[in-house]
């Protein structure tokens, strides 16, 4: 599959075809890759073609994959308290 992807991103690249809909193309492979990629992005995915009717656990479940912090709470927190021990 990641083989598939890089062959179609080398095949559509823009700076190797002249095809005016190449960064169209380039782009929506390129985002493709990125989903199926990241487990919880495919999750979401998945669970939308399996469940149109469900719109908004679908957006739930897409904008916590995509925007949701990746930095633990635990270390966020310790970072707070050695900056203000600091002062």
């Keep these: 599959?990641?083989?598939?992807?890089?062959?179609?991103?080398?095949?559509?690249?823009?700076?190797?075809?002249?095809?005016?809909?190449?960064?169209?193309?380039?782009?929506?492979?390129?985002r493709a890759n990125e989903v199926l990629s990241d487990e919880k992005l495919r999750r979401a995915y998945d669970y939308f073609l399996d469940h149109p009717e469900d719109r908004y656990t679908h957006y739930y479940q897409y904008?916590?994959?995509?925007?949701?912090?990746?930095?633990?709470?635990?270390?966020?927190?310790?970072g707070v308290l050695c900056f203000l021990s600091g002062l």
């Excluded at 005016?20 to 492979?29: C, G, I, M, S, V």
């Excluded at 904008?63 to 930095?71: F, L, W």
């Design 63 to 78: 904008y916590h994959a995509v925007y949701a912090p990746q930095t633990p709470l635990w270390a966020v927190v310790l």
């Design 1 to 30: 599959q990641k083989r598939l992807v890089r062959q179609l991103l080398a095949q559509w690249h823009p700076d190797k075809n002249r095809d005016p809909q190449a960064p169209a193309k380039f782009r929506k492979f390129g």
